[in-house]
């Protein structure tokens, strides 16, 4: 397996901001994942997925007393003091991120996405930033995969797709600027323990994670991804304090 592929960011990610250094993250080729394709509704048939709407542009690693929730609002946040200059009316930042209780520490994974209005207009992604919690819940999608590292672990986290809002509490935090999304895995004490049982393999891993939302009618088909990332070995001690 290829453990950095290259990314085709307009933003180098020599100059990409962000509290997880770089060489612990990148962008996998978007064909590694398969989405759900123009007649899934007849065929059941997936296809390579394409490239995604977002574009990644940082990953912070953070860690508090407690859980760290809308990171793009903190006044001396990632968001804040260097990606807000990214957005204007063609495009908002797009956040994902990953609550993960670890004893008396929580930790945040987040990821940033710039989308270009351009692109949302008419697209699913669109709806779902205007739509209601409810519609959200049951279209945000996330499909996993270790593709370095024990057997036990890749067979423990699995392929399979999963509608985040059908299993784990999720908040949405809104502005003009950027759209977040917060996913507590400490509210499933099975994803929490999966979670956990990950963090003790962490070093030797690299998982890929894509996002996007869910296709439920012909015309919502073909998928198309959100965004993806790739976490490289990743060191828990790395991660920094959350900034107020």
Known sequence: HRIITETKSVINQSSAKGTLPTHFWSVPSASDF???????LQDRKKIPAK?????????DWLFDDRKISDVCSL??????????????AKSIIFAINLQVPAGPRHFSLVFYYKIEAEV?????IQN???????????????????????????SSVGRKP?????????EYHKEAQYFEVDIDIGSSAIACSIVRFVLGYVRLLVVDLCFLIEAQSEEELPEKLLGSVRIIHLEPNSAIRCPN
């Open 120 to 124: 949302m207009e008419g697209a699913m």
């Open 162 to 170: 999963l509608i985040v809002g059908g299993a784990l509490r999720v």
């Open 51 to 59: 490239e995604p709407f977002g574009e990644l542009i940082a990953v």
């Open 34 to 40: 398969s989405i759900r394709g123009r007649n899934y």
């Open 128 to 154: 779902f930033v205007s739509c209601d919690d409810k519609y959200r819940n049951s279209r945000f999608k996330l499909i996993p995969n270790v593709s370095t590292g024990p057997w036990i672990v890749q």
């Open 75 to 88: 006044p001396h946040g990632t968001f804040k003091s260097s990606l807000e200059k990214y957005c204007n």
